[in-house]
């Protein structure tokens, strides 16, 4: 049971999901979850869990549009061709994903929605930094945006790939195989940028001033 969870309002609850329970998390007792033998444990569960992968999509979905606009940004601060290249094509790429997604929503029978990843929004505000801290044109800017954009890539992997077991979970078969499509993107993204950076980047940095 341990779900500790405890979802974190908006504080601007201007662009809040609309319908969705309002966040009224505030249950000071301790034991609001008694599980009364009432209300049919079994039937509830699954609609808590669903409820919870509903929401994992609504994040994500948040996520890979706001990556949609980052991507251009990171490509065009790019020192080299390859890394342009890499940024360019992850940037198609995403944008398949979030169609996929909406594709999820469709066959989960949901509203496509998007609520903010708090995440994903701190991970782009850390790119745009080091964007702004490292030099232009330098190989030691093209380490950073690397070591950035994995950042990102951990968090697609970990939430696509708890997301595609949730589906299994929940025996939604067509879910899984969309969410394990792109999980699987996301592991080949990770790895090429592991690739640049250790053939062709790192210790071009290292030798610049
Ligand atoms: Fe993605
Ligand atoms: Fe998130
Ligand atoms: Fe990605």
Partial sequence: MAKATAKKATATGSEKTSGATAPKIKSTSSSNRSSPGKSGSSSSEEG?????FIDGLKDIYWA????????????????????????????????????RLEQVFEVMGKKVQAKKCDAMEGLLKEAEGIIADTEKGSFTRDVA??????????????SYGGLAQL???????????????TLQEEKDTDELLTEIAENNINSRAEQED
């Fill in 167 to 181: 589906a299994a979970t929940l025996g939604r078969d067509d879910a899984k195989q969309l969410l394990g499509q």
């Fill in 64 to 99: 890979e549009k706001a990556l949609t606009k980052a991507l251009p940004k990171m490509q065009k601060a790019a020192t080299t061709d390859q890394l342009k290249t890499a940024f360019g094509d992850h940037l198609a790429v995403t944008k398949e994903q979030v169609t």
């Fill in 48 to 52: 808590l869990l669903e409820k919870f």
């Fill in 145 to 158: 945006l690397i070591m950035a954009a994995q950042k990102v890539e951990h968090y697609e992997i970990a």
